[in-house]
């Protein structure tokens, strides 16, 4: 799928994160490139908005309050084994592959995020 495609099918991605600079950084960004955003301050209101609504992307933070992307993800994947779930994160050397795996994430990025590779690698060729 190229940018103009993307644009074309204007699809939904939860961004859950407790940065409020970060949400809004991602809101801009991929908003600009079509996507519709819809945002979340931690795992419960994530869960919270997929339980309101369908989205074809979601791109959590590894560490917030209350609950991590890891364990928001676990939760995702009792009911939804498709969406596709990147997990940001300042620490990936920290993760256990065999963690994220079981808890069904797709993608672990590494910050500072790069908005490329955000578009080119996981967003274009999901």
């Not at 009792?78 to 990147?86: E, G, L, N, V």
């Not at 990936?92 to 990025?109: C, K, M």
């Given at each position: 799928?190229?940018?103009?495609?993307?644009?074309?099918?204007?699809?939904?991605?939860?961004?859950?994160?407790?940065?409020?600079?970060?949400?809004?950084?991602?809101?801009?960004?991929?908003?600009?490139?079509g996507f519709d955003v819809h945002t979340a301050t931690d795992?419960?209101?994530?869960?919270?908005?997929?339980?309101?609504?369908?989205?074809?992307?979601?791109?959590?933070?590894?560490?917030?309050?209350?609950?991590?992307?890891?364990?928001?993800?676990?939760?995702?994947?009792?009911?939804?084994?498709?969406?596709?779930?990147?997990?940001?994160?300042?620490?990936?050397?920290?993760?256990?592959?065999?963690?994220?795996?079981?808890?069904?994430?797709?993608?672990?990025?590494?910050?500072?995020?790069?908005?490329?590779?955000?578009?080119?690698?996981?967003?274009?060729?999901?």
């Amino acid at each position: 799928m190229n940018i103009q495609q993307l644009q074309n099918t204007r699809q939904k991605v939860l961004v859950v994160d407790d940065d409020p600079a970060l949400r809004e950084l991602l809101t801009d960004y991929l908003g600009r490139v079509g996507f519709d955003v819809h945002t979340a301050t931690d795992g419960r209101a994530g869960l919270h908005a997929l339980a309101e609504s369908h989205f074809d992307l979601i791109l959590t933070d590894y560490h917030m309050p209350a609950m991590t992307g890891l364990e928001m993800a676990a939760c995702i994947r009792r009911s939804d084994t498709i969406t596709p779930i990147i997990l940001i994160t300042g620490d990936s050397s920290a993760l256990d592959p065999e963690v994220v795996a079981q808890a069904g994430i797709t993608r672990v990025l590494p910050k500072p995020l790069r908005f490329n590779e955000l578009l080119n690698k996981c967003l274009i060729e999901k």
